[in-house]
């Protein structure tokens, strides 16, 4: 029987497949940095052109539920995980950076909303 861990892995593969559907690449999955509650945690880091992104992705009943899941401590740990990234990976550095979100409605139904939150700067 699933569970909520499962149902969240799956939205992240329903995610990761619309995404390379769509023209993007991966760059990593599940990408975490450090331990406990200030770690770093980065669903999909994928990127088009020039431009890497860092998505979160959401499993609810709506889109509305899975939107307003994403919390404010939540954009943190990613920012958080994006900058520690860009650290390791200098590779990225000419790289525009972008923070998406995916809403996974079961059954089946996707939400892309690229830019779903703007840092001003990173580090």
């Known amino acids: ?4 861990y499962h ?9 990761l497949f619309y995404l390379l ?12 940095t450090g331990k406990g509650t ?3 945690e980065v ?3 994928v990127r088009k052109g020039k431009t890497l992104i860092f998505v979160e992705v959401k ?7 899975a939107a307003y899941a994403i919390s404010e401590q939540q954009k943190q740990r990613i ?11 200098k590779k990225y550095d000419a790289y525009d950076i972008r923070f998406d979100a995916i809403l996974v ?14 840092v001003s700067r990173l580090f």
Do not use: C, Q, T
Not at 79 to 89: D, N, P, Q, T
Not at 105 to 118: D, G, M, R, S, T
């Open 79 to 89: 920012i958080r995980g994006a900058e520690v990234f860009l650290a390791k990976h």
């Open 38 to 40: 200030h770690a770093g």
């Open 43 to 45: 669903d999909l880091i």
């Open 59 to 65: 499993e609810r009943r709506s889109f509305e539920k």
């Open 105 to 118: 409605e079961y059954p089946f139904k996707i939400k892309h909303l690229p830019n779903a939150w703007v």
């Open 21 to 32: 559907f769509h023209g993007y690449f991966p760059v990593a999955k599940n990408y975490v």
């Open 7 to 15: 149902n969240g892995k799956l939205a992240e593969y329903i995610a």
């Open 1 to 4: 029987m699933p569970n909520n």
